[in-house]
T-cell receptor
Protein backbone atom coordinates (compact mmCIF):
# COMPACT_ATOMS: atom_id res chain seq x y z
CA UNK A 1 0.00 0.00 0.00
CA UNK A 2 1.37 3.38 -0.99
CA UNK A 3 1.59 6.03 1.73
CA UNK A 4 -0.55 8.44 -0.29
CA UNK A 5 -3.33 7.37 -2.62
CA UNK A 6 -4.86 9.69 -5.22
CA UNK A 7 -7.20 8.80 -8.04
CA UNK A 8 -5.40 9.80 -11.26
CA UNK A 9 -8.66 10.47 -13.10
CA UNK A 10 -8.93 11.90 -15.66
CA UNK A 11 -11.70 14.18 -14.44
CA UNK A 12 -13.66 16.28 -16.92
CA UNK A 13 -16.17 18.93 -15.82
CA UNK A 14 -18.04 21.82 -17.44
CA UNK A 15 -17.00 25.40 -16.75
CA UNK A 16 -18.55 26.71 -13.54
CA UNK A 17 -18.77 23.31 -11.86
CA UNK A 18 -17.57 22.60 -8.34
CA UNK A 19 -14.63 20.23 -8.42
CA UNK A 20 -13.72 17.87 -5.60
CA UNK A 21 -10.26 16.28 -5.49
CA UNK A 22 -9.23 13.83 -2.79
CA UNK A 23 -6.34 11.94 -1.28
CA UNK A 24 -6.11 9.32 1.41
CA UNK A 25 -3.03 8.44 3.38
CA UNK A 26 -1.87 5.68 5.67
CA UNK A 27 0.88 7.35 7.72
CA UNK A 28 -0.62 8.96 10.81
CA UNK A 29 2.64 10.89 11.34
CA UNK A 30 1.83 13.23 8.45
CA UNK A 31 1.15 16.67 9.91
CA UNK A 32 1.38 19.14 7.03
CA UNK A 33 -0.71 18.90 3.89
CA UNK A 34 -0.35 20.67 0.58
CA UNK A 35 -2.00 20.89 -2.78
CA UNK A 36 0.01 21.68 -5.87
CA UNK A 37 -1.16 22.47 -9.39
CA UNK A 38 1.00 21.33 -12.27
CA UNK A 39 0.48 22.38 -15.86
CA UNK A 40 1.83 20.13 -18.59
CA UNK A 41 5.64 20.06 -18.67
CA UNK A 42 5.91 22.65 -15.89
CA UNK A 43 6.95 22.49 -12.26
CA UNK A 44 4.34 22.11 -9.48
CA UNK A 45 2.86 25.35 -8.15
CA UNK A 46 1.88 25.52 -4.48
CA UNK A 47 -1.84 26.24 -4.09
CA UNK A 48 -2.73 25.46 -0.50
CA UNK A 49 -0.85 24.63 2.70
CA UNK A 50 -2.60 23.37 5.81
CA UNK A 51 -1.52 22.04 9.16
CA UNK A 52 -4.50 21.17 11.27
CA UNK A 53 -7.76 19.37 10.65
CA UNK A 54 -10.51 21.59 9.30
CA UNK A 55 -10.99 23.89 6.35
CA UNK A 56 -8.83 26.57 4.79
CA UNK A 57 -10.17 28.85 2.10
CA UNK A 58 -8.31 30.94 -0.47
CA UNK A 59 -10.43 32.53 -3.17
CA UNK A 60 -12.13 29.78 -5.18
CA UNK A 61 -10.10 27.06 -3.44
CA UNK A 62 -10.91 25.29 -0.18
CA UNK A 63 -8.64 22.70 1.39
CA UNK A 64 -10.08 20.28 3.89
CA UNK A 65 -8.17 17.95 6.21
CA UNK A 66 -9.68 15.13 8.27
CA UNK A 67 -6.85 13.56 10.23
CA UNK A 68 -9.12 11.07 11.96
CA UNK A 69 -10.07 9.59 8.58
CA UNK A 70 -6.66 10.26 7.00
CA UNK A 71 -8.40 12.06 4.17
CA UNK A 72 -7.76 15.40 2.52
CA UNK A 73 -9.74 17.26 -0.12
CA UNK A 74 -9.43 20.25 -2.41
CA UNK A 75 -12.57 21.97 -3.66
CA UNK A 76 -12.55 24.35 -6.60
CA UNK A 77 -15.61 26.58 -6.97
CA UNK A 78 -16.70 28.17 -10.25
CA UNK A 79 -14.11 26.16 -12.15
CA UNK A 80 -12.49 27.81 -15.17
CA UNK A 81 -10.79 26.36 -18.26
CA UNK A 82 -7.54 27.80 -16.87
CA UNK A 83 -7.91 25.38 -13.93
CA UNK A 84 -7.24 22.51 -16.33
CA UNK A 85 -4.09 20.89 -14.95
CA UNK A 86 -2.88 18.01 -12.81
CA UNK A 87 -3.50 18.47 -9.09
CA UNK A 88 -1.07 16.85 -6.72
CA UNK A 89 -1.59 16.33 -3.02
CA UNK A 90 1.52 16.23 -0.86
CA UNK A 91 2.18 15.72 2.81
CA UNK A 92 5.06 15.68 5.24
CA UNK A 93 5.76 14.39 8.72
CA UNK A 94 6.59 16.79 11.49
CA UNK A 95 10.37 17.21 11.72
CA UNK A 96 10.90 15.94 8.18
CA UNK A 97 11.55 17.81 4.97
CA UNK A 98 10.53 15.03 2.60
CA UNK A 99 7.28 15.71 0.76
CA UNK A 100 5.36 12.57 -0.16
CA UNK A 101 3.15 13.09 -3.18
CA UNK A 102 0.11 11.42 -4.60
CA UNK A 103 0.11 10.45 -8.28
CA UNK A 104 -1.91 13.51 -9.21
CA UNK A 105 -5.41 13.92 -10.69
CA UNK A 106 -5.69 15.29 -14.21
CA UNK A 107 -8.52 17.81 -14.43
CA UNK A 108 -10.04 19.25 -17.59
CA UNK A 109 -12.57 22.09 -17.37
CA UNK A 110 -14.51 22.39 -20.60
CA UNK A 111 -15.75 25.83 -21.77
CA UNK B 1 11.53 36.58 -12.04
CA UNK B 2 12.48 35.72 -8.45
CA UNK B 3 11.32 32.09 -8.47
CA UNK B 4 13.39 28.91 -8.49
CA UNK B 5 15.31 28.54 -11.73
CA UNK B 6 16.76 25.42 -13.29
CA UNK B 7 19.19 24.90 -16.13
CA UNK B 8 19.04 23.34 -18.63
CA UNK B 9 15.32 22.91 -19.19
CA UNK B 10 15.86 19.95 -21.47
CA UNK B 11 18.75 17.52 -21.82
CA UNK B 12 19.09 14.65 -24.27
CA UNK B 13 22.03 12.36 -23.71
CA UNK B 14 23.25 8.93 -24.69
CA UNK B 15 23.37 6.06 -22.26
CA UNK B 16 26.64 6.03 -20.34
CA UNK B 17 27.24 9.78 -20.49
CA UNK B 18 27.42 12.04 -17.44
CA UNK B 19 25.02 14.95 -17.04
CA UNK B 20 24.86 17.84 -14.59
CA UNK B 21 21.89 20.02 -13.72
CA UNK B 22 21.86 23.34 -11.91
CA UNK B 23 19.28 24.83 -9.57
CA UNK B 24 19.16 28.41 -8.28
CA UNK B 25 16.76 28.70 -5.33
CA UNK B 26 14.68 31.69 -4.35
CA UNK B 27 16.97 34.29 -2.85
CA UNK B 28 17.54 33.78 0.91
CA UNK B 29 15.87 30.36 0.94
CA UNK B 30 18.16 28.23 3.07
CA UNK B 31 16.63 24.87 2.19
CA UNK B 32 16.92 23.22 -1.19
CA UNK B 33 15.42 19.96 -2.42
CA UNK B 34 15.73 17.69 -5.43
CA UNK B 35 12.88 15.50 -6.63
CA UNK B 36 12.41 13.23 -9.62
CA UNK B 37 9.12 12.86 -11.49
CA UNK B 38 8.30 10.24 -14.09
CA UNK B 39 5.29 10.29 -16.39
CA UNK B 40 2.00 9.79 -14.58
CA UNK B 41 3.59 9.88 -11.13
CA UNK B 42 4.00 12.48 -8.44
CA UNK B 43 7.47 13.81 -7.64
CA UNK B 44 9.70 11.54 -5.53
CA UNK B 45 12.14 12.97 -3.01
CA UNK B 46 15.83 12.56 -3.79
CA UNK B 47 17.78 14.77 -1.40
CA UNK B 48 17.69 17.88 0.77
CA UNK B 49 20.16 20.60 1.78
CA UNK B 50 20.03 23.07 4.60
CA UNK B 51 22.49 25.75 3.62
CA UNK B 52 25.49 23.79 2.31
CA UNK B 53 24.88 20.64 4.37
CA UNK B 54 23.23 17.66 2.68
CA UNK B 55 20.99 16.36 5.47
CA UNK B 56 18.90 13.65 3.87
CA UNK B 57 19.23 11.34 0.89
CA UNK B 58 16.65 8.93 -0.48
CA UNK B 59 17.58 5.36 -1.26
CA UNK B 60 16.52 6.34 -4.81
CA UNK B 61 19.76 8.30 -4.97
CA UNK B 62 22.12 5.59 -6.15
CA UNK B 63 25.90 5.88 -6.14
CA UNK B 64 25.70 7.30 -9.67
CA UNK B 65 23.93 10.38 -8.36
CA UNK B 66 25.65 13.16 -6.48
CA UNK B 67 24.37 16.54 -5.38
CA UNK B 68 26.23 19.53 -4.03
CA UNK B 69 25.39 22.95 -2.72
CA UNK B 70 28.68 24.76 -2.22
CA UNK B 71 28.38 28.02 -0.28
CA UNK B 72 24.72 27.31 0.39
CA UNK B 73 23.42 29.05 -2.72
CA UNK B 74 22.91 27.21 -6.01
CA UNK B 75 22.99 23.41 -6.22
CA UNK B 76 24.08 20.90 -8.82
CA UNK B 77 22.85 17.37 -9.39
CA UNK B 78 25.14 15.08 -11.36
CA UNK B 79 24.24 11.71 -12.81
CA UNK B 80 27.14 9.54 -13.89
CA UNK B 81 26.89 6.74 -16.46
CA UNK B 82 23.29 7.54 -17.29
CA UNK B 83 20.82 4.74 -17.89
CA UNK B 84 17.54 4.79 -19.78
CA UNK B 85 15.72 4.47 -16.47
CA UNK B 86 17.11 7.86 -15.46
CA UNK B 87 14.84 9.54 -18.02
CA UNK B 88 12.56 11.78 -15.97
CA UNK B 89 11.83 15.35 -14.95
CA UNK B 90 14.27 16.51 -12.26
CA UNK B 91 12.68 19.14 -10.05
CA UNK B 92 14.31 21.49 -7.62
CA UNK B 93 12.46 23.25 -4.80
CA UNK B 94 13.41 25.67 -2.06
CA UNK B 95 11.96 26.82 1.24
CA UNK B 96 12.81 29.15 4.09
CA UNK B 97 12.98 28.89 7.84
CA UNK B 98 10.78 26.51 9.75
CA UNK B 99 8.10 26.14 7.15
CA UNK B 100 7.57 23.17 4.86
CA UNK B 101 6.19 25.25 2.03
CA UNK B 102 8.36 24.17 -0.86
CA UNK B 103 8.40 26.19 -4.06
CA UNK B 104 9.34 24.34 -7.20
CA UNK B 105 11.27 25.33 -10.27
CA UNK B 106 10.26 24.48 -13.84
CA UNK B 107 12.31 21.27 -13.88
CA UNK B 108 14.93 19.76 -16.15
CA UNK B 109 13.59 17.09 -18.48
CA UNK B 110 16.20 14.39 -19.09
CA UNK B 111 15.96 11.93 -21.94
CA UNK B 112 18.51 9.12 -22.06
CA UNK B 113 18.72 7.41 -25.44
Amino acid sequence: QKEVEQDPGPLSVPEGAIVSLNCTYSNSAFQYFMWYRQYSRKGPELLMYTYSSGNKEDGRFTAQVDKSSKYISLFIRDSQPSDSATYLCAMVQGGSEKLVFGKGTKLTVNP
Amino acid sequence: DTGVSQDPRHKITKRGQNVTFRCDPISEHNRLYWYRQTLGQGPEFLTYFQNEAQLEKSRLLSDRFSAERPKGSFSTLEIQRTEQGDSAMYLCASSYGNYNEQFFGPGTRLTVL
